[in-house]
């Protein structure tokens, strides 16, 4: 009874956790409570018992109060340890003048965590910085965090507990400015961080203290990553020490795990129970003729070094805690219950740090771990026709998919058809380079030539294994967008799962779960693209991205800059369950970058027919031409349609596009300025353009009612001139994605879209 007990109280605590999503959450748990506290003083009532299970009454009846107390406390508790910024927090002495100008400032701080390689080729890493100075006779003590950026050749040799002075420009985070974009601003907010600096320069205070700190954890994690890559190589090298210390410690090239996520390996680069389970494995195979208590603390010592090692990740905690629970059952010579154990591994974690409720890593480990528990068994049983290795094989990877797609559909909007026999055909390779990692890791950390002789063997299973994720990561549809669902969706769903697995006629009619979770997927996705007309104006850079919605149909202007298509474009189009774009056009006359912005959104989605503008058609359709896209100049006058909408370039040199719209014209302009308007230049309800300064002479033929830049301000004069014409003005870099409809007209996006992933 104490252990239901206890699993009540663990259950209760979390859906308060998670109530914190709802303004009155808290509450609702207690009044649960408090009802069913009532109903069991109630059951003495035959009435009562005969609509309640018997095994109901076996529960004392305050036990349901105090967890919906204990409900109740989740949520005052996460509101207490939710960050704030302090008094003298860092992201408090970011001024106006700052935000609208760049400053350069100086912050004296200790570095907190391993640089990291970015995207954008700069090393990055959280600084706890207690000194600013402006250069302007204003200094000041500060605490917090900052998210830190610096040139890579700034950073070489940086390392975990150094004190540094990094001068650079001091930046608040922005919010998801875009449906579907990341909110950089609720991520920060997360970690206990609610400013960036984006560093010019790095310099080593105090190098007599520093050299003090030339070991650490830091340094054994380095030591084994070299050892492993000296004769491995790259991209080979890194992978094994990503499999066995995490990708979040390693240096991973962006492209080897952006393929693994496209084809639903990326657990396969996330330290966690897997590698605990090795770790398990070869201490209890090496202690076995020793006393439990010796394996128990042999074991329990392995596992605190691996998560020393990994850097306190939520999912190597998760896998730490239940490794040494299984050690205590196995100490305490008791049957270990799984499920249990995963539920006070969760709860444990949950009050050392409650907002990791919405850290996605959190989440997938816990529903893939819990999938394994439950379904893996139901699984095994209908597969008794196989061998046992090669049946466990199979309903692994398809019990953890199963768990998670919901959660991935609600957050990304994006599923991996591969995953499955991905994972089926590559759990022997993983298998073997997780392990052979790990012995080369123990191996370099006695001599490194060891550690790297033993690395070297590993080459060929993971050439292997880059090779197969390659393959179908290049395959089409290798991560097809359905569109995201609601909150309310994801718990229906997950309803369903659970009654599937509490009740013997749900297991008995999965079947009817399956599709009423397709039918949950697909159908909304698909009766809002069968009948929306829209058009959104992204924002994220300089050049105008327009994306119509025309009632299946989809057309695209401009393909954005490289960041931009991939971090603002891509992830819209995907939250939209679009992959297929009918009709693209670009108006860039000319661009080194075109082909490969046009070829980055073409590795997820299919394009039809590509209009380009200017003198660079011919290399741009010769490029693209491995991608079936059928690419075509785009002459003046020329008439692109669909049901609502047509278009026609009006000035190829300037790369001006007309855009007839149910009466309503709009005016898109390329980036190429516009020297002397046209004469013949039409009226327009609508102009869109980049928001460099604008001619009076351009207004005043144009006369728009509304305005659209791509920029976060304009200059003087021309929003003068707009303000005397009574324009409406939307600015993409204040106010966001710009949404019209024929109903409910213009809308600011951001004002509508919350980031679903963060409670904060």
Known sequence: MTQINLTIFCLTYILGLLATVFNWGGYSLLAVGCLITSLSYMGKQSIWRKKLHRSFWHIKPQIWLIAGVVGFGATIYFQMRTPHP??????????????????????????????????????????EPFYLNNGNNFSKDVSGKLYTTVPLLQATGLHEGETIAVTGVLYKPKPANNPGGFNFQ??????????????????????????????GWWAVRQR??????????????????????????????SSVSDSFIRVGLAHALAASGFQVSLILGVVLTAAQRFSSRIQFTIGVTALLIFLGLTGLQPSVLRAVIMGIGALTALALERKVQTLRLIL?????????????????????SFLATLGLVVTVPSLMQKLDWLPPAIATLIAVPISAYIWTIPLQIYNFGLISPYSILVNIITTIPISVISLGAFISAIAALIHPIIGSALAWLLYYPTHLLVGIVDFFAKLPGATTAVGTISLLYLLIIY??????????????????????????????????????????????????????????????????HENSSRFTVLPFLQQQGINQIDEAIGLKSSSSNEIKEWSLLLQNLKLNNLYNCGDRHYSTAVTLKSHSVKCQQLLPNQAISTD???????????????????????????????????????????????????DSDLIAAVKPEVAIASSAKLDRETMAELQHNKTQVFLTGRDGAVQWTPSRQFEIAVETVEDKTSAL
């Open 86 to 127: 302090s008094r003298n927090d860092v992201s408090k002495f970011i001024t106006a003048s700052v935000k609208d100008s760049v400053q350069v400032i100086t912050v004296q701080g200790r570095i907190a965590s391993t640089p990291r390689l970015t995207r954008n080729q700069r090393s990055q890493f959280w600084l």
């Open 186 to 215: 609720a991520y920060l907010a997360r970690e206990g961080s609610f400013a960036g600096l984006k560093g010019k320069e790095v310099n080593l205070i105090n190098s007599d203290v520093n050299t003090h700190n030339n070991w």
């Open 224 to 253: 084994i990553i070299q050892a492993q890559v000296r004769w491995l190589g790259v991209p080979e090298g890194v992978l094994v020490s990503a499999m066995v210390l995490g990708n979040r410690v390693v240096d991973l090239p």
């Open 344 to 364: 006070l591994a969760a709860t444990l974690l949950l009050i050392i740090n409650p907002i990791w409720i919405w850290d996605l890593g959190f989440e997938f």
């Open 495 to 560: 309803l369903l799962f659970i009654l599937v697995c509490l009740h013997k006629w749900w297991q008995k009619k999965w079947w009817v779960v399956a599709l009423i979770t397709i039918g949950l997927v697909f159908v909304p996705t698909w009766q809002a693209q069968a009948s929306l007309f829209r058009i959104t104006a992204l924002a994220g850079g300089k050049e105008p991205v327009l994306i119509i919605q025309d009632r299946g149909k989809v057309l695209l202007i401009n393909s954005g």
């Open 644 to 694: 609502s909408t047509s278009m026609r370039l009006l000035d190829a040199q300037s790369s001006i596009l007309q855009m007839q719209v149910q009466n309503r014209t709009w005016l898109i302009l390329g980036e190429n300025k516009i020297e002397k308007p046209n004469e013949k230049l039409p009226q327009a309800q609508v102009l869109v353009w980049s928001g460099e300064q604008l």
